[in-house]
């Protein structure tokens, strides 16, 4: 018996991790893109029941945890570019294209491999500075409403520190609580138990095809898919990322006209259902994704409710509790962007671009930072051409005497496992002891041999079973 109730235990707790940590960043998303309170409450609901029908089908079909939840990153996306000219209609053209694309990927290996071809420091910036308003929504938040925030913040600090997964929930009960002692009394009294479905009617325009469609899903497929699926190798699985990204760009094309901007694997919940706490057989964990999906599903009815609340809110409170839920996307991001010394001032000038929030011919700053930092490398690129032919400076000779050292020889028997490809994350390195990863479909180059340290993880990886 307490084999079967762990992992559904794990699973109400990803469940209920995931909605309460991170839904007040999809409302200010949607609103901000231009919805009404019941179109924002349509697209929670939309989502919600989305993601929790491909988390209860992937771990279904392929008894591994593969949770799902909506793109956080999208939803500060969202925030970050604002309404799109033709306003909500066109946001949801938007997010109908980028399902499009995701579909695409799922079906087409090339274009997922194009997307992971993005430099890791490009993309971190980019991620880094559609995150950075909402990331300093909390600072803004103290200086207009000094008791309320700061209770927030103390509640989040503390919980941060002696319990770190409950922090942002903990957070938003404690601004629940102060928005209930300051509020109007009648001001839930409209609240509706169960929202209702709002559909709309998609347009589209150029603009928010290069400006929103495109940029929400590079930051879907690099923020949220790519390293969910790099969870889920590191705990040992298999997973099938074709048929993850099918399913969830169909499930992203079925939420849209009701509001929802894009489903997705989870990245920051994925080790809740993944991990040994679901259950110490990693064969029994899919049982955990399965009830997080039904947790979420069930959650979604109380849509109407949450956006009633955010409504008669200050938006700077709700601002801040989405802030604090994303500082450790943002540090992410941030580390992801500035590691390489070589790449350092293009990641910058992508993450100014991105932060900046400019508009121009009607596209986001979004676009403009992944170009502008693109460019940036092509143009170092240039300045630093190889040049093998070229003799040494006469003031620095060569060092005749500095022969390579003796004791580490590559390993030339040892090579990479042909018919085991893999993913990455673009910015969280392999955990120790598990087999690196590449990107999707793309397999080690011909005749490279793996490094010294890795044959040790290839052996274990071959013989580790998986679902």
Same mark, same amino acid.
Request: glycine letters at 10%; a neutral charge.
């Given at each position: ?9 794990a699973g109400?707790?990803? *469940?209920?991790?995931?909605?309460a940590?991170?839904f ?10 231009g ?5 924002a409450a349509?697209g ?6 989305a ?5 209860a089908?992937l771990?279904?079909?392929y008894?591994? $945890?593969m949770?799902a ?6 939803a500060a996306l969202l925030?970050?570019t ?6 909500w ?5 938007a997010f109908?294209?980028s ?10 290996p090339p274009?997922?491999?194009?997307v992971?071809a993005i430099?890791?420091p490009?993309a971190g910036?980019m ?6 308003p ?5 600072v803004?938040?103290l200086v207009e409403l ?5 209770s ?6 503390l919980l941060h520190?002696f ?5 942002v /929930?903990?957070?938003?009960v404690?601004?629940?609580a102060?928005?209930a ?9 409209g *609240? ?5 479905? %709002?559909l709309t ?8 095809l290069?400006?929103?469609?495109l940029?929400?899903?590079l930051v %879907? ?5 790519v390293p969910g ?6 705990y040992?699985?298999r997973p099938?990322?074709?048929a @993850?990204?099918?399913t969830t760009? #169909?499930a992203?094309?079925l939420a849209?006209p009701?509001g929802?901007?894009?489903?997705n694997l989870a &990245?920051?919940t994925a080790?809740?259902?993944a991990g $040994?706490d679901?259950?110490p057989?990693?064969?029994r964990?899919?049982i ?15 849509a109407?409710?949450a %956006?009633?609340l955010v409504?008669?809110?200050?938006p ?5 509790v989405?802030?604090l839920?994303l500082?450790?996307?943002? *540090?992410?991001a941030l580390?992801?962007?500035v590691t390489?010394p070589? %790449?350092?001032e @293009?990641?910058?000038i992508?993450f100014?671009v991105t932060?900046s929030?400019v508009? #121009?011919i009607?596209v986001?700053? &979004?676009f403009?930072?992944l170009?502008a930092?693109c460019?940036?490398?092509l ?6 051409p190889a ?6 400076a006469p003031?620095q000779?060569?060092?005749p005497?500095?022969p390579a050292?003796?004791d580490? /020889?590559a ?9 085991q490809p @893999?993913l990455?994350?673009?910015?969280r390195p392999a955990a120790p002891g598990?087999?690196?990863?590449t990107a $999707?479909d793309?397999p ?5 041999p793996?490094?010294p340290?890795?044959?040790a993880?290839?052996?274990q990886?071959?013989?580790t079973?998986?679902?």
């Amino acid at each position: 018996m307490a084999g079967r109730v762990q992992p559904v235990l794990a699973g109400v707790v990803t *469940a209920l991790v995931g909605f309460a940590s991170s839904f007040t960043v999809v409302l200010a998303g949607l609103r901000a893109a231009g919805a009404s309170d019941a179109q924002a409450a349509s697209g929670l609901l939309a989502l919600c029941v989305a993601s929790g029908f491909v988390a209860a089908w992937l771990g279904w079909r392929y008894r591994i $945890p593969m949770s799902a939840a909506w793109s956080t990153p999208g939803a500060a996306l969202l925030v970050a570019t604002g309404p799109p000219p033709g306003g909500w209609p066109v946001a949801v053209g938007a997010f109908l294209v980028s399902g499009v694309l995701i579909v695409a990927a799922g079906l087409f290996p090339p274009l997922g491999r194009a997307v992971a071809a993005i430099p890791k420091p490009v993309a971190g910036a980019m991620l880094a500075g559609v995150l950075l308003p909402l990331c300093t929504a909390p600072v803004r938040a103290l200086v207009e409403l000094p008791v309320v925030a700061g209770s927030v913040v103390v509640g989040w600090l503390l919980l941060h520190r002696f319990a770190r997964r409950w922090a942002v /929930p903990g957070a938003l009960v404690v601004a629940v609580a102060a928005i209930a002692l300051t509020a109007p009394p009648t001001g839930l009294t409209g *609240a509706a138990l169960i929202p209702s479905v %709002t559909l709309t009617t998609p347009a589209w325009n150029a603009s928010a095809l290069v400006g929103l469609a495109l940029p929400l899903f590079l930051v %879907t497929m690099a923020a949220q898919n790519v390293p969910g699926m790099a969870v889920l190798v590191g705990y040992g699985y298999r997973p099938p990322f074709g048929a @993850a990204l099918r399913t969830t760009g #169909l499930a992203s094309l079925l939420a849209a006209p009701a509001g929802g901007h894009a489903v997705n694997l989870a &990245a920051i919940t994925a080790a809740l259902a993944a991990g $040994p706490d679901a259950h110490p057989d990693p064969e029994r964990r899919w049982i955990a994704s399965v009830t997080a999906g039904a947790g979420l599903a069930v959650l979604g009815l109380g849509a109407g409710v949450a %956006t009633t609340l955010v409504a008669v809110a200050p938006p700077i409170l709700i601002e801040a509790v989405a802030g604090l839920a994303l500082l450790g996307a943002l *540090a992410t991001a941030l580390a992801s962007a500035v590691t390489d010394p070589a %790449t350092r001032e @293009a990641a910058v000038i992508t993450f100014v671009v991105t932060a900046s929030g400019v508009t #121009l011919i009607g596209v986001g700053g &979004a676009f403009w930072g992944l170009v502008a930092g693109c460019l940036m490398l092509l143009l170092f690129h240039r300045r630093r051409p190889a040049t093998p032919d070229q003799p040494a400076a006469p003031d620095q000779p060569d060092a005749p005497d500095q022969p390579a050292a003796p004791d580490q /020889p590559a390993a030339p028997d040892q090579p990479a496992a042909p018919d085991q490809p @893999a993913l990455t994350a673009p910015d969280r390195p392999a955990a120790p002891g598990q087999p690196a990863l590449t990107a $999707p479909d793309q397999p080690a180059a011909p005749g490279q041999p793996a490094a010294p340290g890795q044959a040790a993880a290839e052996a274990q990886g071959r013989s580790t079973r998986v679902s």
